[in-house]
């Protein structure tokens, strides 16, 4: 039995879609809520969903769990509620640590590419306390993602008992089915996209960084099939243990970016440049690229989708036909 907590939402639905595919029973921990969100279980339901409230009750059943997959989080970047983002994405990942050490239990959880803030400190997935204490997240979800990495990484040092297997996976800028439930949070391509297709220019931010050209800030966009390919990777390669990012190794611009979504469609290349919002302006990542050599070092040989792939699958195969989820 394996164990995916935030099973119903975007990467975990995925996940859950490649488990249940592959004869595996999974628990889904998940809160399914009313806004649809049980549509990315639909076609693949786990054998159990546990609300996130009754998840000490369950786990304290001593469930036959071989592996945990845990996802669940506050995933905002514009959280304000300290409180419960703190008690969701450092508390209850801590029980859980210590529940799979003291059972044994394989263990791999969500981090974030956010914990390097600004990219000041560079984008180096070195999981040492040290090389952790050198990064200044720019947000509340940020600061709570790195502060579990540390937690990790502090325990390690006296080592303290431990998972079989534990990985960390910061999570770059992740894309693809089953989004739809996230709001704001949403994927830039499924934003370009509903623009476009309603025959708009997509809109792109202005940049805020003197010297950088408007609609040139750049990410590493990862096609969500990756994330899980490295996530079952993992889960069939027990000796491999530690913190790893997992974007595509690559920068490309929101300029880019439009252009694929706009490709995809198949309407004209056409943005529109509008003001960042002050509320992002000083909190809003103009660069990420995730360095994957630990990854590749760790053994993994999988190659990642380029954005233009990955943009015409997600449009084609999903946006744009009658059945948009995995």
């Not at 990467?11 to 809520?33: C, F, K, M, P, Y």
């Not at 845990?70 to 703190?86: C, I, M, N, P, R």
């Not at 974030?112 to 997935?125: E, I, P, R």
């Not at 390690?156 to 949070?185: D, S």
Request: a negative charge.
């Amino acid at each position: 039995m394996i164990l995916i907590t935030g099973g119903a939402g975007f990467i975990g639905s995925n996940l859950q879609a490649a488990l249940a595919g592959r004869g595996h029973e999974t628990v889904v921990a998940d809160s399914l809520g009313s806004d649809g969100k049980w549509r990315n279980l639909a076609r693949h339901p786990p054998a159990r969903v546990v609300h996130p409230a009754e998840l000490d009750r369950f786990l304290d059943q001593h469930p036959p769990i071989e592996m945990v997959f845990h996802l669940g989080a506050v995933s905002e970047t514009t959280a304000v509620d300290g409180d419960h983002t703190w008690a969701t994405n450092v508390e209850l990942s801590r029980r859980l640590w210590d529940w799979c050490a003291d059972r044994r239990v394989r263990m791999v959880y969500a981090s974030s590419a956010a914990t390097y803030g600004d990219g000041a400190q560079g984008f180096d997935d070195d999981g040492s306390v040290a090389a952790l204490q050198r990064l200044r997240p720019l947000n509340l979800y940020g600061w709570t993602k790195h502060a579990f990495d540390l937690l990790v990484a502090r325990t390690l040092i006296p080592r303290r008992e431990h998972p079989p297997q534990w990985a960390g996976l910061k999570f770059f800028n992740v894309y693809g089915p089953n989004e739809y439930h996230k709001g704001r949070m949403i994927s830039v391509v499924k934003l370009k996209h509903d623009e476009v297709a309603a025959g708009r220019p997509a809109r792109l931010f202005k940049s805020d960084q003197a010297g950088l050209a408007d609609g040139h800030q750049a990410r590493d966009f990862i096609w969500v099939g990756d994330v899980v390919d490295v996530m079952l990777w993992l889960m069939a390669t027990p000796s491999v243990s530690g913190l790893f990012n997992l974007g595509t190794g690559r920068a490309r611009t929101y300029l880019d970016l439009a252009h694929a979504v706009s490709d995809a469609a198949g309407q004209p290349r056409a943005v529109e440049l509008i003001d960042m919002p002050d509320g992002l302006v000083g909190q809003y990542q103009s660069f990420t690229e995730a360095p994957m050599d630990r990854l590749r070092a760790a053994g993994y040989s999988g190659q990642f989708t380029p954005l233009e792939e990955g943009v015409r699958r997600y449009v084609q195969d999903y946006l744009a036909g009658a059945d948009r989820f995995v």
